[in-house]
């Protein structure tokens, strides 16, 4: 019997990741992967560019039988009455928006906005930059008849690709925009109103097993996504057969399907951004703004902290240094705890967390004696590690269980950052073996609307062996950090 196949599609900031997996058993079959463009600001066009060039060097989607797209939040994408793209998507880490997210939180109060939408509006939410659309471009602001998130385009160019009216999103990913509530299911037209003037019209909210529509191999071939000899046609299967799409998700939301994350367990992720998230079975508002109320792919809810400057804190330190990842690790493995009194505070984009976002990075307490490779490197992880070590107080001050610590992302192959992140983070900390965690939680998102019933399909991810890695807590090397963080 021919297995089944489903397709996980990654559409990260920095790249498109595509994972072809058996439906059944979750046994990775093969995948690709394709760069995007750097920079705040990215025309969709290049995320479908990216997603077809990955989905050809995975082998092609011939022999499969459903798909889900996961991707970065927040980003802002605009159409026209035609579905044309009106001006290059902001994405998440465009902080240009961030008086308008003052603005916003001044004219309608931060608790209000925590109780109406789960989140207060930072730089980052779709909501401020629909603000500082209208304000600062109010010619592109007219002509949006429709706003998506990246996810959301990704599936509409899959399933139709013209029609504006079919545009569809997933409750996990349309948490974060800042004007629909996971609390009540419902958006908030209301605080769309408040931020753009009017509403454009939104994509349809699907839930966690919905399937977005489907697609026919032959809009596949007219896409260039199926190549000459096929896997559909080398296995019997029917030309005419059609490919399911599933609901999409949020990047951190696909991570949490992907490892089969569950009450009590939290997350910290370090990419591009950092997170730390929970899952839990009630909705947060957190009217500090400093957690993030989000819902998750699943039907529950997903508490997440974000910082802007993670492993990019890191690629600065090899810059400065002029070393490579692994000698990066090396160096600051061979410096003491604490660097000798060397401390960095990361906030080399700005930052979110807290919510910072002209604020420059700093380097405090240099001396001769800690004036070394290894104690910069050292101090470039500690402080890193520190920033995401906030995250994790938040989600625990808001009373979230903490009984495991998963550690995840590019950051997390570092050895360095597996062995020193116990002792900044306070408990041991479990260590999946590398993977592409939010591409496969779109592959059982897939399998999920391919199957249905009511629970995601629980495959033997590797992330059910983790490496445990322990170490004592020094909880003077926090306040340290906090010390220089709060001048």
Same mark, same amino acid.
């Given at each position: ?220 071939? !007219? =896409?260039?996504? &199926?190549? /000459? *000899?096929? @896997? ?6 029917? $030309?005419?057969?059609? %490919?399911? +799409? ?63 400057? !993670? =492993?990019?804190? &890191?690629? /600065? *330190?090899? @810059? ?6 692994? $000698?990066?690790?090396? %160096?600051? +493995? ?72 998963m550690l995840i992302g590019g950051g997390a192959r570092s050895e360095a950052v597996r062995r020193i992140a116990p002792a900044i983070l306070g408990r041991p900390v479990l260590v999946p073996a590398p993977g592409e965690y939010v591409a496969d939680g779109a592959a059982v998102q897939a399998a999920w609307a391919l199957n ?36």
């Amino acid at each position: 019997m021919t297995a089944r196949l489903v397709a996980g599609i990654d559409s990260s900031t920095q790249s498109c990741k595509v994972v072809i997996r058996d439906a059944d058993t979750g046994a990775l079959v093969r995948s690709g992967s394709a760069p995007h463009p750097a920079g705040t600001e990215v025309h969709p066009s290049a995320w479908w560019d990216a997603l077809c060039q990955a989905t050809a060097a995975a082998g092609g989607l011939g022999d499969v039988a459903a798909l889900s797209v996961a991707a970065q939040q927040h980003g802002m994408v605009c159409l026209d009455a035609d579905g044309s793209v009106v001006r290059p998507a902001l994405l998440w880490n465009d902080t240009r928006s961030a008086q308008a997210a003052s603005d916003l939180v001044g004219e309608f109060g931060a608790k209000e906005w925590a109780e109406a939408a789960g989140t207060v509006p930072v730089a980052s939410f779709t909501v401020t930059k629909l603000r500082w659309l209208a304000d600062h471009e109010p010619a592109h602001a007219e002509r949006t008849a429709a706003v998506c998130l990246p996810h959301d385009w990704l599936t509409w160019r899959l399933t139709d690709g013209r029609d504006i009216s079919t545009l569809s999103t997933d409750r996990s990913d349309v948490s974060g925009t800042g004007y629909w509530s996971p609390a009540t299911g419902e958006y908030r037209r209301d605080l769309l109103r408040l931020a753009f003037g009017r509403e454009p019209l939104l994509p349809r909210v699907l839930g966690p097993a919905q399937r977005a529509g489907e697609l026919e191999p032959s809009g596949f071939a !007219a =896409a260039g996504l &199926l190549n /000459a *000899g096929s @896997a559909r046609s080398r296995l019997g299967v029917a $030309e005419s057969e059609p %490919l399911l +799409l599933g609901a999409g998700a949020g990047d951190n939301a696909g991570a949490a399907l992907g490892l089969a994350v569950r009450p009590g367990d939290v997350v910290v992720s370090i990419g591009t951004s950092g997170t730390v998230f929970a899952v839990c079975d009630t909705p947060s508002a957190d009217p500090t703004g400093i957690i993030a109320g989000f819902a998750d792919a699943t039907g529950r809810y997903l508490p997440l902290v974000c910082t802007l400057n !993670a =492993a990019r804190v &890191l690629d /600065a *330190g090899r @810059a400065l240094l002029g070393v490579s990842p692994g $000698e990066l690790s090396r %160096l600051a +493995l061979s410096a003491p705890p604490g660097a000798d009194g060397l401390t960095l505070i990361p906030y080399l984009e700005g930052e979110r967390t807290p919510n910072r976002p002209d604020a420059a990075g700093s380097l405090h307490g240099l001396r001769l004696a800690n004036s070394t490779p290894a104690h910069l490197a050292r101090a470039y992880v500690e402080g890193m590690l520190c920033g995401l070590a906030d995250g994790l107080d938040a989600i625990t001050a808001l009373g979230i269980p903490v009984e495991r610590i998963m550690l995840i992302g590019g950051g997390a192959r570092s050895e360095a950052v597996r062995r020193i992140a116990p002792a900044i983070l306070g408990r041991p900390v479990l260590v999946p073996a590398p993977g592409e965690y939010v591409a496969d939680g779109a592959a059982v998102q897939a399998a999920w609307a391919l199957n249905g019933g009511d629970a995601p399909p629980r495959w033997n991810a590797a992330a059910e062996a983790p490496e445990l890695f322990e170490d004592q807590a020094l909880p003077w090397l926090r306040e340290r950090y906090r010390g220089y963080r709060d001048l």
